[in-house]
């Protein structure tokens, strides 16, 4: 955490000074991005491989079929990644064609919310999975039970708070992304926002849970859920609803994805747990 966060304070200041003292425009930005996550590298990596830690990249022996099991149980966050990106160039391409340029830039103000959001239960997921490997793997069902459950109330709160703060001031946020509130893409933004919103409500438990089986071991169930939540439902979400909603069918196909894929995700947490006796 300490470097990652020194990494941000690099690159940050490193902008101001590029940018606006050197005057070098993008590519200051561009440089200072480099440069700040090159020292983060070079720190974090002096721990890594440091043969007197007991965690270090040097200690151990490699092993081929240890390494296929690792790819394979992580590849459910790159299906996530993959599938996000094409759903986020298929939900472009149908507002470009419903409302033009001024639709794109609306969406990309609320898709950078949506990703900040995300940011949140991303950092709870990604902190509870070894705890959850750690102990799934010393047959502690009943703990990774309650670890679950916690985390999902966790989660539930904190989606809930988002949207009640969005619905509440989801005006202010899209600003941030404007220069002032005349033009026709925030008024598109302020009105998406408000539906597409809900997905706060679910996207949480959704991250949780893919990250949950993945803890487990449970490659193919994270993978399912994975494809669900960012590709299938969104692809006919955003192909069926617009055609009936305009507009508003493409702001509710991503809260309708979500919602479906925790109905099936639930579904599939609770045959596992039924196995953790």
Same mark, same amino acid.
């Given at each position: 955490?300490?470097?990652?966060s020194?990494?941000?304070?690099? *690159?940050?200041?490193?902008?101001?000074?590029?940018?606006?003292?050197?005057?070098w425009g993008?590519t200051g930005?561009?440089?200072?991005?480099?440069?700040?996550?090159?020292?983060?590298?070079?720190?974090?990596g002096?721990?890594? +491989? *440091?043969?007197r830690?007991?965690?270090?990249?040097?200690?151990?022996?490699?092993?081929?079929?240890?390494? !296929?099991r690792?790819?394979? *149980?992580?590849?459910?966050?790159?299906v996530?990644?993959?599938?996000?990106?094409?759903?986020?160039?298929? /939900?472009?391409?149908?507002?470009? !064609?419903?409302?033009?340029?001024?639709?794109?830039?609306?969406?990309?103000a609320?898709?950078?919310?949506?990703?900040?959001?995300i940011?949140?239960?991303? &950092?709870?997921?990604?902190?509870?999975?070894p705890?959850?490997?750690?102990?799934?793997?010393?047959?502690?069902?009943? !703990?990774?039970? !309650?670890?679950?459950?916690?985390?999902?109330?966790?989660?539930?709160?904190i989606?809930?708070?988002?949207?009640?703060?969005?619905?509440?001031?989801?005006?202010?946020?899209?600003?941030? +992304?404007?220069?002032?509130?005349?033009?026709?893409?925030?008024?598109?933004a302020?009105?998406?926002?408000?539906? +597409?919103?809900?997905?706060?409500?679910f996207?949480?438990?959704n991250?949780?849970?893919?990250?949950?089986?993945?803890? $487990?071991?449970?490659?193919?169930?994270?993978?399912?859920?994975?494809?669900?939540?960012?590709?299938?439902?969104? $692809?006919?979400?955003?192909?069926?609803?617009?055609?009936?909603?305009?507009?508003? &069918?493409?702001?509710?196909?991503?809260?309708?994805?979500e919602?479906?894929?925790? &109905?099936?995700?639930?579904?599939l947490?609770?045959? /596992?747990?039924?196995?953790?006796?």
């Amino acid at each position: 955490m300490i470097i990652m966060s020194l990494s941000v304070v690099i *690159n940050v200041l490193l902008t101001f000074f590029f940018v606006i003292g050197l005057g070098w425009g993008n590519t200051g930005a561009s440089v200072a991005t480099g440069v700040a996550f090159t020292i983060g590298l070079l720190i974090s990596g002096c721990i890594t +491989f *440091n043969p007197r830690q007991r965690l270090s990249m040097l200690k151990g022996h490699f092993r081929m079929p240890l390494l !296929r099991r690792a790819v394979y *149980n992580g590849s459910s966050e790159g299906v996530s990644e993959m599938a996000a990106s094409v759903s986020i160039l298929i /939900i472009n391409l149908t507002v470009v !064609r419903l409302l033009g340029a001024d639709g794109v830039a609306a969406f990309t103000a609320i898709n950078y919310i949506n990703f900040t959001g995300i940011l949140l239960f991303l &950092g709870i997921s990604d902190g509870l999975i070894p705890v959850l490997s750690y102990n799934y793997g010393a047959g502690n069902y009943q !703990r990774v039970r !309650r670890l679950f459950r916690i985390a999902a109330i966790i989660t539930m709160s904190i989606g809930a708070m988002v949207f009640i703060v969005l619905q509440a001031f989801g005006r202010h946020a899209i600003l941030l +992304f404007f220069d002032g509130s005349e033009s026709q893409a925030f008024q598109i933004a302020v009105e998406g926002l408000q539906l +597409f919103a809900f997905i706060f409500l679910f996207n949480g438990l959704n991250v949780l849970i893919i990250a949950y089986f993945t803890a $487990l071991g449970k490659a193919k169930i994270s993978i399912i859920i994975s494809a669900a939540r960012g590709l299938v439902f969104v $692809l006919i979400g955003v192909t069926v609803l617009p055609i009936f909603m305009g507009i508003t &069918g493409v702001w509710a196909a991503v809260p309708l994805a979500e919602l479906l894929t925790l &109905g099936v995700a639930l579904m599939l947490i609770y045959r /596992i747990h039924k196995k953790l006796v």
